[in-house]
T-cell receptor
Framework: DTGVSQNPRHKITKRGQNVTFRCDPISEHNRLYWYRQTLGQGPEFLTYFQNEAQLEKSRLLSDRFSAERPKGSFSTLEIQRTEQGDSAMYLC????????????FGSGTRLTVV | AQSVTQLGSHVSVSEGALVLLRCNYSSSVPPYLFWYVQYPNQGLQLLLK??????LVKGINGFEAEFKKSETSFHLTTPSAHMSDAAEYFC????????????FGKGTKLTVNP
């Protein structure tokens, strides 16, 4: 059990650029979740997958955001045309069979848009 | 949709003192309930969870929480604070309608004074 791995840990980008984050869940976990956390707030749900199927998306996930989980293993979260309001910590989590068991979170990717 | 209220964004206690972190949720339907801890620049770690078994739930690091349906509360306690308990604590509740997404509170930052 190597835990949930997220890369990169930090990303600084200029407004208008595209960025992509990667999450590698615990290998036997079939659920994968993305959350966003801004300063002084709790994590906010973005989307989740069961294997390769994206089962739910938040309305926070605007058209500029897209997430994939090809082959049901790692996942990527892409933000196109970044805005300053996208600056946040992006957290990935996974769970074995159900989110009701509780998640295992990664350490997050901190995005700063300048 | 569910909502979670954590009373007190900051709690400060002396080492060895009782810690009480408050959490109330909105739904009258008993949900799944969780407490997570976040240390600086790290992801969230599951402390404990309530999944409709015993109403008093014991977690890691000496923490426990009691589910009170009549009060829609799930407060977190530990009898004796340690310096290592200083962190931010988040209460989370499963959303309605069987969704596996979690709704998080805004967090309570715990400071432990020597």
């Amino acid at each position: 059990d190597t835990g949930v791995s997220q890369n990169p840990r930090h990303k600084i980008t200029k407004r208008g650029q595209n960025v992509t984050f990667r999450c590698d869940p615990i290998s036997e976990h079939n659920r994968l979740y993305w959350y966003r956390q801004t300063l002084g707030q709790g994590p906010e749900f973005l989307t989740y997958f069961q294997n390769e199927a994206q089962l739910e998306k938040s309305r926070l996930l605007s058209d500029r955001f897209s997430a994939e989980r090809p082959k049901g293993s790692f996942s990527t979260l892409e933000i196109q045309r970044t805005e300053q309001g996208d600056s946040a910590m992006y957290l990935c989590a996974s769970s074995y069979r159900s989110g009701f068991e509780g998640y295992t979170f990664g350490s997050g990717t901190r995005l700063t848009v300048v | 949709a569910q909502s979670v209220t954590q009373l007190g964004s900051h709690v400060s206690v002396s080492e060895g003192a009782l810690v009480l972190l408050r959490c109330n949720y909105s739904s009258s339907v008993p949900p799944y309930l969780f407490w997570y801890v976040q240390y600086p620049n790290q992801g969230l770690q599951l402390l404990l969870k309530y999944t409709s078994a015993a109403t008093l739930v014991k977690g890691i690091n000496g923490f426990e929480a009691e589910f009170k349906k009549s009060e829609t509360s799930f407060h977190l306690t530990t009898p004796s604070a340690h310096m290592s308990d200083a962190a931010e604590y988040f209460c989370a509740v499963s959303d309605l309608g069987g969704s596996e997404k979690l709704v998080f509170g805004k967090g309570t930052k715990l400071t432990v004074n020597p």
